[in-house]
């Protein structure tokens, strides 16, 4: 078994398969690697994203490698002969499963690049999230195989490419935007498909209920794919189809409604810089500190030096985006008035925060008029007072947006100049009032900035 395996190693289109699904997929993900670096979880699900283009590729070698004996006219020769089929047929399909499940591992270890510099938290999860990524793969170039075999045609490859694109990309995103226009949750049948289990935000997981249920689809997927591969009578083949149908009978009403996502409190755990004011961030974003902890501390000497009841100490802000949200927002958790809660900075290509255009200060500064309020939306006199606050903080008038329009930018610069013509004593006394609003859930402070006179 082992010679042979070798053999076809060698000699069959296996490794070029493999080859052509790791430069398709590394390629891939090197093109933005601002999406994963410095973060394992997000390198594993990045991963996961690359199989809408290396699943239908390895159904697409698996069919190529099954019309073999078709191709080289062998097939009456090999049934003549008393050697049962599977023993045959195994070592090439072994042969494309190690090629697969090597390509995909050295996708990984090309984004291991940007995430082991700089990545300051690792997450079991990411191993089972790149393991089941793999298996996929086998399961595909199996079931590839047995088609192949089946249906021994030129056209039989390209065109389970084709009808991978649509299993496992199209028709999720189809049933998604037909549920979220219906109001209803995604079926839980979507998770399935092994590409949908990417997306996460950067404190989120893939439930450890997910990665168990899709392996054991795919496992079955893979052990149906096999056996129909290895199938010489009719009865052999419809034995075959079991696997597939228990799997999915099993694994269907194990999926979690909810979707795949879950909350990971490890990412979220907070690491902190004591040198001076509090600064601290998520663990996930451990390498961003350094980067964040200077402008951080400048924020806060600004305030403490304009503003009564200035906060002493900034902390990342770590709920979960509303886009990776699954089900109802989660209820509000009110900031305490000493703590500066700030987003994270863009995270560069290398891991490190990327803070070039100088907009990192101003969004700290405009933190501060900022409570964790639910989701509902702020109306433009909120903003725009939200604006002259941040303005009067950084002690420079706004700077107008492109958006704007001509009205709003001669209101902003009214109001704030309005604001600073008042004596500084009383311009204090207005801005804590804002701000103690601002904490409390009431836009009234900052709106009232945006009057013709402030009250």
């Not at 725009?384 to 008038?397: D, I, K």
Request: charged share 15%; with cysteine.
């Amino acid at each position: 078994m082992g010679r042979v395996l070798r053999i076809e190693l060698r000699r069959s289109a296996a490794v070029g398969v493999a080859l052509l699904a790791l430069v398709i997929g590394a390629g891939l993900l090197v093109s933005y690697t601002e999406g994963f670096s410095g973060r394992w979880m997000q390198l594993a699900v990045s991963g996961r994203g690359m199989l809408l283009a290396l699943w239908p590729l390895a159904l697409a070698g698996g069919a190529w490698l099954g019309r073999r004996d078709a191709r080289s006219r062998v097939g009456e020769l090999f049934a003549s002969t008393g050697r049962p089929r599977w023993q045959r047929v195994l070592p090439t399909a072994a042969a494309l499963a190690v090629a697969l499940v090597a390509a995909y591992t050295l996708i990984f270890v090309v984004g291991m690049v940007w995430v082991v510099p700089t990545a300051g938290y690792f997450p079991a999860a990411s191993v089972a999230v790149t393991a089941v990524g793999a298996l996929s793969l086998v399961a595909a170039g199996w079931v590839g195989m047995a088609v192949g075999r089946a249906v021994p045609r030129l056209v039989t490859a390209p065109a389970l490419a084709v009808a991978g694109v649509a299993v496992a990309g199209l028709l999720p995103d189809w049933m998604t935007v037909n549920a979220v226009v219906a109001g209803r949750p995604a079926p839980a049948a979507l998770l399935l498909s092994p590409v949908y289990a990417s997306g996460l935000d950067d404190f989120q997981t893939v439930a450890a209920r997910v990665n168990l249920t899709q392996t054991l689809w795919l496992a079955a997927l893979a052990a149906t794919g096999l056996l129909l591969l290895g199938a010489a009578r009719r009865r052999g083949i419809a034995l075959a189809v079991l696997p597939a149908l228990l799997g999915g009978a099993v694994a269907l009403p194990l999926m979690p409604t909810g979707g795949y996502r879950a909350y990971d409190p490890g990412a979220a755990e907070l690491v902190c810089d004591d040198v001076g004011p509090q600064v601290c961030v998520a663990r996930v974003h451990a390498a961003l500190l350094p980067d964040v902890a200077g402008p951080a501390r400048q924020a806060l000497a600004m305030m403490s030096a304009k503003l009564p009841g200035a906060p002493t100490r900034a902390v990342e802000d770590r709920r979960v985006e509303s886009w990776a949200r699954s089900g109802e927002a989660p209820a509000p958790d009110p900031r305490p008035a000493d703590t500066l809660v700030f987003e994270a900075p863009v995270i560069g290509p290398g891991g490190r925060a990327d803070l070039s255009g100088d907009y990192f200060l101003p969004h700290l500064l405009e933190a501060a008029w900022r409570q964790d309020c639910g989701d509902g939306p702020d109306d433009s006199d909120t903003r725009f007072g939200r604006v002259v606050a941040t303005a009067w903080l950084a002690g420079e008038p706004p700077a107008p947006q492109d958006w704007w329009t001509p009205e709003e930018r001669a209101g902003v610069a009214g109001a704030y100049q309005a604001l600073v013509g008042l004596p500084p004593a009383e311009q204090q006394r207005r801005m804590a009032a804002a701000r103690d609003d601002a904490l409390a859930c009431r836009d009234d402070g900052l709106r009232s900035l945006m009057g013709e006179d402030v009250p």
